[in-house]
């Protein structure tokens, strides 16, 4: 059985830094994307980074410049480095594996962004 294990976040001032990490484990085939979501209080949930199996990207406008997506395959873990974090970052964060048979998620780890 695959299950994705999150963990990296905390508590940070803002302009701090923070990587978060999801790794994998089981034998998980036929990947399509990895990606990292976020959903803050109230809010629905909402793209924040993928990278493909063939290692193109994709941000949301509002961590441009600022979040950086990676993958270590042999590790079967996909990073999210954040820098220059801001008080609106604050969010429970959400990693998904996308496979041509299911999506998998893992349990969410709070990131707050807070002086």
């Known amino acids: 059985q695959v299950q994705l294990v999150e963990s990296g976040g905390g508590l940070v001032q803002p302009g701090g830094s923070l990587r978060l990490s999801c790794a994998a484990s089981?034998?998980?085939?036929?990947?399509?994307?990895m990606g990292w979501y976020r959903q803050a209080p109230g809010k629905q949930r909402e793209l924040v980074a993928t990278?493909?199996?063939?290692?193109?990207?994709n941000y949301a406008d509002s961590v441009k410049g600022r979040f950086t997506i990676s993958r270590d395959n042999a590790k079967n873990t996909v990073y999210l480095q954040m820098n220059s974090l801001k008080p609106e970052d604050t969010a429970v964060y959400y990693c998904?594996?996308?496979?041509?048979?299911?999506?998998?998620w893992g349990q969410g780890t709070q990131v707050t962004v807070s002086s």
């Open positions: 089981g034998s998980i085939f036929a990947i399509v994307a």
């Open positions: 998904n594996w996308l496979t041509l048979m299911q999506s998998y």
């Open positions: 990278i493909t199996s063939g290692g193109s990207t």
